[in-house]
């Protein structure tokens, strides 16, 4: 590859990220000296290679299909070692005959991968979750239904709200993309942004797992204020400002 084409795809991929959602149009006008024909396989080629989802009229930010994190094969090469101290912290939080969801992400799946062999009920909306809980003996593994996210391979839409919103969770396990001070946590999907408030609405005791690099970053979906949850498991590198305010809110930071 050339370096003239791979820094313009580059610029795509930059593009698509800051918009959200773009048309052909927009990316014509942002490359006005590159023809038509190359700007298609430009798409094509970032689309299969999963940098981008190519759609219809234009195409997509990976963030906003994705939802939680971004492509998971390449979120669970980042913050390793953060995120297997987060798992367990988590783990430790699950006692034996509790009902327990772990939302999909790549902090759940490490998380899923720390979880004790207690007997217990797991439900979860991912596949790389329950991948990791296979090897359970006495816990079971209940997967929710839904359409597959190829991106995140988990599962969510409508199906998955009317499942959740059948179910009593005593410890939910959820996944988030940012929090800023002004909107919350939020997320990248709106229909996954549906199913984590379906799920904290289900759940009696909910515990975001979130590492300092999200904070006071801003996704387009809103899941839930600050006051909604009862804890935090973090890296121990939040800010300051963001641990007054869960001891202002009796949000407990693990």
């Known amino acids: 590859m050339s370096s ?4 313009r795809r580059e610029g795509i991929v930059r593009l698509v990220n800051a918009e959200g959602d773009v048309t052909f149009a927009q990316v014509k006008r942002a490359f006005p000296d590159v023809s038509e024909m ?19 009229g234009g195409a997509r930010s990976v963030e906003f299909v994705v939802g939680t994190d971004d492509l998971i094969l390449s979120r669970n090469t980042r913050n ?9 912290k988590a783990a430790a ?22 979880m004790a062999d207690v007997r217990s009920i797991i439900f979860t909306n ?3 979750c329950a991948a990791e ?9 209940i997967v929710v239904g839904g359409n597959l996210n190829r991106y995140s391979m988990s599962l969510n839409g409508s199906k998955t709200v009317e499942d959740v919103s059948a179910l009593s969770i005593d410890l939910l396990f959820l996944g988030v993309t940012s929090y800023h001070p002004s ?27 979130m590492d300092s690099s999200k904070v006071g970053r801003k996704s387009t979906f809103r899941i839930c ?30």
């Not at 809980?133 to 593994?141: I, K, P, Q």
């Open 225 to 254: 204020l600050l006051s909604d949850v009862d804890a935090i498991v973090s890296d121990g590198k939040l800010p300051d400002d963001l641990l007054k305010s869960c001891a202002d809110a009796e949000v407990e930071v693990l």
């Open 38 to 56: 190359t700007l298609r396989t430009d798409l094509k080629t970032l689309d299969k290679a999963r940098r981008i989802v190519r759609t219809h």
């Open 126 to 128: 991912s596949l790389t």
């Open 183 to 209: 909107v919350g946590f939020s997320c990248g999907s709106d229909e996954e942004a549906a199913l984590k408030r379906a799920l904290i609405a289900r759940a009696e005791k909910t515990v975001v797992l």
């Open 4 to 7: 003239g084409m791979k820094a």
């Open 133 to 141: 809980l296979a090897r359970l003996e006495r816990g079971r593994c």
């Open 93 to 114: 939080l699950v006692r034996p005959d509790t009902t327990v969801f772990l939302d999909s992400g790549s902090s759940t799946t490490a998380l899923a991968r720390q």
């Open 80 to 88: 390793v070692e953060a995120k297997e101290e987060m798992a367990r």
